[in-house]
Nanobody
Framework: QVQLVESGGGSVQAGGSLRLSCLLS????????MAWFPKAPGKEREGVAA???????TYAEAVKGRFTISKDNAKNTLYLQINNLKPEDTATYYC???????????????????WGQGTHVTVSS
């Protein structure tokens, strides 16, 4: 059974950095397509960063330059490094995974089968 467990969220001030983690169990991350989907208060969950089985990354335009997605296959763990945090980054960040190659952008919810419970990030100004 595939499970995803996020961690690393917290409360930070604007301008700070955080690294979120997502531990994958029940499958190997090297064969898994993975992504991060934050859900901000009052907004829909949206994909911001994805990584495929070859390590190729995709980012939403709004986060390019500040968000970095990476995977440590030895630890079966996905990461999201967020720098220069802004209050609008406040959200619950969900990790998603799929065995099948995303058929569109890799940043759409329907492209992923497995989801974690989320880790919350609050950014204060």
């Amino acid at each position: 059974q595939v499970q995803l467990v996020e961690s690393g969220g917290g409360s930070v001030q604007a301008g700070g950095s955080l690294r979120l983690s997502c531990l994958l169990s029940g499958y190997t991350s090297s064969n898994t397509y993975m992504a991060w989907f934050p859900k901000a208060p009052g907004k829909e969950r949206e994909g911001v960063a994805a990584i495929d089985t070859d390590g190729k990354t995709t980012y939403a335009e709004a986060v390019k330059g500040r968000f970095t997605i990476s995977k440590d296959n030895a630890k079966n763990t996905l990461y999201l490094q967020i720098n220069n945090l802004k209050p609008e980054d406040t959200a619950t960040y969900y990790c998603a995974a799929a065995h099948a190659r995303p058929s569109w952008s890799g940043l759409l919810e329907w492209e992923y089968k497995y989801w974690g419970q989320g880790t919350h990030v609050t950014v204060s100004s």
